[in-house]
């Protein structure tokens, strides 16, 4: 018998906010400016962690001598902030939040991103204050698909892992809650679904495809969806 789901734990990028599409064309642009082209087949080992495909390294092979790391990096970085200030929060976020509050689940971020990109933009769209705990890149020695930063936001939570309930967009963040313990639900987004992912107990299109009660039977139940491609469980389906 499975342990019910006390907490509910966040990804960032990608889930909250679609800061993942910024972040792959900001770097398909620096490359641009050398004839080249970032495929997603390359970039997709980059998706939710800080250990995956380096795609400032990458670049530097393809061009040699000469290339400016210092620059790339910065004008990569510039049009990532612009392009991510313009996201909304992804729709579903408020109210899976307000279905959670009412269910008194407390809830946690988990991301593979420093903790000012991750606080700053919690800040800007006014959600932070709904999350009890925001475990980033700066709180463990290894990011997602490690374990690390789900366990560290359980422990903040003051939840066993098994009583966890993750939300993910990304293969190494359904990886790292599943080596944690975690039940996942994979919610991919518009990168994400570019890519395969491995097995989560329940796929959904957006967060609020189905209402939270919902998604916890369901996870509870550990229904655990093959989704070789992306196949959203349609709000109807039990």
Not at 115 to 134: D, K, P, Q, S
């Amino acid at each position: 018998m499975t342990k019910p789901i006390k907490a509910l734990i966040f990804d960032f990028d990608g889930l909250l906010v679609d800061t993942e599409t910024p972040a792959y064309e900001s770097w398909r642009a620096v490359y641009a400016e050398h004839g080249l082209d970032l495929p997603i087949e390359l970039w997709k080992d980059a998706l939710g962690t800080a250990h995956g495909f380096d795609a400032l390294e990458h670049l530097a092979v393809q061009i040699g001598s000469g290339f400016d790391r210092a620059g790339a990096r910065e004008r990569r970085q510039a049009q990532k902030q612009q392009l991510s200030a313009q996201q909304p929060l992804l729709p579903g976020v408020l109210t899976i939040l307000d279905e959670a509050q009412a269910l008194g689940l407390p809830c946690a971020v988990a991301s593979s991103s420093g903790r000012a990109w991750v606080e700053g933009w919690l800040a800007h769209h006014r959600i932070r204050t709904r999350f009890v705990c925001v475990r980033t890149a700066d709180d463990v020695a290894r990011t997602k698909p490690d374990p690390a930063l789900f366990l560290a936001a359980a422990a903040c939570l003051g939840v066993a892992p098994a009583e966890c309930l993750v939300f993910e967009d990304s293969p190494n963040g359904i990886h790292a809650a599943h080596a944690a313990g975690m039940r996942c639900v994979a919610v991919p987004g518009a990168i994400s679904r570019q890519v395969p992912l491995p097995p989560a107990e329940l796929i959904l299109e957006r967060l609020d495809t189905l209402g939270l009660r919902e998604v916890l039977r369901l996870a509870e139940a550990k229904r655990v969806v093959e989704n070789k491609a992306f196949a959203p469980i349609a709000p109807n389906q039990s």
